[in-house]
């Protein structure tokens, strides 16, 4: 079976390259020219653990290749993917649903007879008959099906949540793309992965639950964190309390800055979108992106009042990815709570091992440096943004010697306050008592 992907971001790439990783023979397509000679190079242009090295090994074995032709990738493959960007529309946060649209004419354009058009990109309900409409129009009489293939994997982790998924998450309306889609995902059979098998509206509904119900979750623990920095409790305790609850569970409970990242603030802004216009609106999530928005505020609220002076201030930054292992930036907390610094004329010094020539272009006026200990150079704060773990053993001591104050605000708690004990330092971080 040859399948096509289009659209080569982290979630078009990964896909591909796994499919290809089940034996499958695979094309990857994307309109951006440079992206598609670099990954034809052997490159990829995204920091992913292990993905060059699997997707080197597929080319080289030839199941795997690259190309802008969207014409001929299509007209070969028996079931085409859509994976290409949706992201919020300015002014209304709904989803931006052009990018999909365009890519489905496109396909349906070229694409074979009996093909399954199916979308891995999050969409809004009601976008899988959109599309089939798109195509039937653009094909009158050519038979074809649709699926929806929510994609759930986790930047940083991507290659084994494709490889490992908890559940894999179909939807259809016909026999063809049911038996398909089940062939597609066979290679999961070994490993006994759920595959839910269910309407085109409940899949897309799914993606966006699952994304709303975990940021609802870190939001809980966030005003966890808050109230503990009141009454003097210690939010790692408390969600190490409550997470060992199975009914409740232990992940996505870490106190921290407030969430970002490519999905969740896009994928909670358009559900509760979607369900304003459904006359259905989704209140706690509403609430949610309030309180997460305000949160980043709040974050560099914190780092100013630090600050007696911030137009004379230095403040070191590590970390601007939205988590580790991703040269991701997009709706970083770092790049509000750097920018609400900026604005208050602070000098910022900043470090990421992977992110930097990403958020360069969104932060001007960062001082960009190649090591935590040059970030710290002079700085009256070090923040800690990203919970790299080249983070977690800073050498305080060398830090003493660089930087001009002696405040640590970690805002992800990957130290104890124990841990920072006797080193000279004071240390704040969320929702967990400070050591001044
Ligand atoms: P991305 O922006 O990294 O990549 C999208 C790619 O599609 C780009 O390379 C772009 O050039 C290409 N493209 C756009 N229009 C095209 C067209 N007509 N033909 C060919 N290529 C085209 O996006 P992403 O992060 O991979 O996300 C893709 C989708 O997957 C989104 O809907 C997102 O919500 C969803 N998703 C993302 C993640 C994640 O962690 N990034 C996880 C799950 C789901």
Same mark, same amino acid.
């Given at each position: 079976?040859?399948?096509?992907?289009v659209?080569?971001?982290?979630?078009g790439?990964?896909?591909?390259?796994?499919?290809?990783?089940?034996?499958f023979d695979v094309?990857?397509?994307?309109?951006?020219?440079?992206?598609?000679?670099?990954?034809?190079?052997g490159m990829v242009?995204?920091?992913?653990?292990?993905?060059?090295?699997?997707?080197?090994r597929n080319?080289?074995e030839?199941?795997l290749?690259?190309?802008t032709?969207?014409?001929?990738a299509? /007209?070969?493959?028996s079931?085409?993917?859509?994976?290409?960007?949706? @992201?919020s529309r300015?002014?209304?946060?709904e989803?931006?649903?052009s990018?999909v649209?365009?890519?489905?004419r496109e396909i349906?354009?070229?694409m074979q007879p009996?093909?399954v058009?199916?979308?891995k990109?999050?969409?809004v309900?009601?976008t899988?008959?959109?599309?089939?409409?798109?195509?039937a129009a653009?094909?009158?009489?050519?038979?074809?099906?649709v699926?929806s293939?929510p994609?759930f994997?986790r930047e940083g982790?991507?290659i084994e949540?494709?490889?490992r998924?908890?559940r894999?998450?179909?939807?259809v309306d016909?026999?063809?793309?049911k038996?398909?889609?089940?062939r597609?995902y066979r290679?999961?059979?070994?490993?006994?992965? @759920?595959? !839910?098998?269910?309407?085109?509206e409940n899949?897309?509904?799914?993606?966006?639950?699952a994304? /709303?119900?975990?940021?609802?979750?870190?939001?809980f623990?966030?005003?966890?964190?808050?109230?503990?920095?009141k009454?003097?409790?210690?939010?790692?305790?408390i969600?190490?309390g409550?997470?060992l609850?199975?009914?409740?569970?232990s992940?996505?409970?870490?106190a921290?800055?407030?969430?970002g990242?490519?999905?969740? @603030?896009?994928?909670t802004r358009?559900f509760?979108?979607?369900g304003?216009k459904?006359?259905?609106p989704?209140r706690l999530?509403?609430?949610?992106?309030?309180?997460n928005?305000a949160?980043?505020a709040?974050?560099?609220?914190?780092?100013?009042?630090?600050l007696p002076e911030?137009?004379?201030?230095?403040?070191?930054?590590?970390?601007?990815?939205f988590?580790?292992?991703t040269?991701?930036v997009?709706e970083?907390?770092?790049?509000?709570v750097?920018?609400?610094l900026?604005?208050?004329?602070?000098?910022?010094r900043?470090?990421?091992?992977?992110a930097?020539?990403q958020?360069?272009?969104?932060?001007?006026?960062?001082?960009?440096?190649d090591? @935590?200990?040059?970030?710290a150079?002079g700085?009256?704060?070090?923040?800690?943004?990203?919970?790299?773990n080249?983070?977690?053993?800073l050498?305080?001591?060398?830090?003493?010697?660089v930087?001009?104050?002696?405040l640590i605000l970690? !805002?992800r708690n990957?130290?104890?306050?124990d841990d920072i004990?006797g080193t000279?330092f004071s240390?704040?971080?969320v929702?967990?008592p400070t050591?001044?």
């Open positions: 079976m040859k399948i096509t992907v659209g080569t971001g982290y979630v790439l990964v896909s591909g390259v796994c499919f290809s990783e089940f034996g094309t990857c397509v994307d309109v951006d020219a440079t992206k598609i000679a670099s990954l034809s190079a242009p995204i920091y992913e653990p292990g993905l060059e090295e699997m997707m080197q080319v080289e030839g199941r290749s690259f190309t032709d969207l014409a001929a299509v /007209a070969a493959a079931v085409v993917f859509i994976a290409v960007g949706t @992201p300015r002014g209304d946060g989803a931006d649903l990018y649209y365009a890519a489905a349906a354009r070229n009996e093909t058009v199916t979308i990109s999050t969409v309900v009601g899988c008959r959109a599309v089939r409409d798109i195509i653009e094909r009158p009489g050519v038979p074809f099906s699926a293939n994609e994997l982790a991507a949540d494709f490889l998924p908890d894999v998450v179909v939807g016909d026999e063809r793309a038996l398909r889609m089940r597609v290679p999961l059979n070994l490993r006994e992965t @759920p595959i !839910l098998i269910t309407s085109f899949a897309e509904l799914i993606k966006y639950a994304n /709303a119900f975990l940021a609802m979750k870190v939001t623990i966030n005003e966890v964190a808050d109230l503990c920095e009454v003097g409790g210690n939010v790692q305790e969600a190490r409550i997470g609850d199975n009914r409740i569970g992940k996505f409970l870490h921290g800055p407030g969430f990242g490519s999905c969740f @603030p896009k994928d358009a509760a979108a979607t304003r459904a006359g259905a989704q999530i509403e609430e949610v992106i309030a309180i928005e949160r980043k709040d974050m560099a609220a914190r780092v100013l009042a630090a911030p137009a004379k201030s230095t403040v070191a930054v590590l970390g601007v990815a988590k580790p292992n040269d991701d997009r970083a907390p770092s790049l509000a750097i920018g609400d900026l604005a208050e004329g602070v000098s910022v900043a470090h990421d091992p992977e930097m020539a958020a360069a272009p969104l932060l001007p006026g960062v001082a960009w440096c090591s @935590p200990y040059q970030a150079e700085a009256d704060v070090l923040v800690i943004l990203t919970e790299w080249a983070y977690r053993m050498n305080f001591a060398t830090l003493k010697t930087m001009a104050g002696r970690d !805002l990957i130290y104890k306050p004990a000279g240390y704040r971080s929702g967990r050591l001044e």
